[in-house]
């Protein structure tokens, strides 16, 4: 529900996308600077606690903001403020969370694993965007804001009875670990350049849809509640996806996992070109079970392909390769949103999100790929 109610809560005093993409380019900015050394500290220290932590800070944020909606203080800057301290505990948190599977399943089973672990967020996320849009129109924001809040305490809570070996004693420096996976990360083309396509992807994915999705739907005059539907039906092809990966398993997985992503940029046509309802939604059906195929089948394969002591750090290289220019991008598409209109960005963004897709698929190193029999040992052992 968070994101809807976030949107128009910002939308609800002040209106221009410029003031949203702020907000927005406000989490992202501290995930740039402190997702390096989340990976180092993933490596070194219990991963279980960061996750908790992790948890505790971001219903701390969240509670806030729910407070300041209520109370009629909200702004942009505060929210933007906020919002930054919730992705720098996100960034802390995310390497850790990414390096704890293979702690956890067997390496044959990484691929199941990965599908179910999104699957009860994936089916949550049907009903809850029109949920949260319906709450938004009838009694505002704040009592979603709130429930937000409430279930960031209670991932803690759950995350905290996990029972998991802690890290390996290190003896090396921060900065030689930091250097470790820095070699580890460059030395394979098909993982940095992967990295290097969703640098472009993700920013205009997120300028385009996040940002600028709630934009058109307010201006035909519409409701929370139609974005909220949208939502939901890209949250029903999440589920559709991770039904999918739990039972087919690619050969060659990186070229499935490149061209699941084809399919991110029809939302933003249809966007472009103020499809009715049905077809917006159709659209965001088919992104998303694409997006999860992706997802799944890149994690599945860096936790095939890399050791496990290196996941926490080589992710988050990963992780903020992806990210670098989506504060860029929303503030970009934002500002060109403003001045040339929502449409010609949408277009532009869906054409340029192609072809940065396309192009990986003449790099050899995407081709040879495989995943891992069965009876053959991970890298980690």
Known sequence: MAPVAIAFSVLGFDDRPNSLAIVLASNTVPQLILLLVGGVVADRVSRRRLIVLGNLVAAATQMAICLMVASGTADVTRVAILAAVAGGASAMMQPAMNGLLPQLVDGDQLQEANALLRLPTNIVRIVAPAAGGALVALIGPQWTLGWDAASFVIAALLCSRLKISGPVKRKSSILRD??????????????????????????????????????????????????????????????????????????????????????????????????????????????????????????????????????????????????????????????????????????ASAIAMTLATLVLLLAPSVWRIRRLPAEEPLAAT
């Open 178 to 347: 930091f250097r470790e996976g820095w070699t580890e990360f460059s030395s394979r083309f098909w993982l940095w350049s992967y990295v290097l396509s969703g640098t472009v992807v993700v920013a205009l994915w997120l300028g385009g849809y996040q940002l600028l999705g709630p934009v058109v739907i307010n201006d035909q005059k519409l409701s929370a509640a139609v974005w909220g539907t949208v939502q939901g039906s890209f949250a029903v092809g999440l589920v559709i996806g991770g039904i999918v990966s739990l039972k087919w398993k690619p050969a060659r997985i990186m070229v499935v996992c490149v061209c699941a992503n084809l399919p991110l940029a029809i939302p933003l046509a249809a966007l472009a070109v103020r499809a009715p309802l049905i077809l917006l939604a159709a659209a965001a059906c088919l992104a998303g079970i694409g997006l999860d195929i992706a997802i799944v089948c890149w994690n599945t394969a860096i936790q095939q392909h890399l050791p496990q002591e290196l996941l926490g750090r080589v992710s988050s290289f990963s992780s903020i390769g992806e990210l670098m220019a989506v504060p860029l991008g929303y503030v970009v598409v934002g500002a060109t949103a403003t001045s040339m209109g929502t449409s010609t960005v949408l277009t």
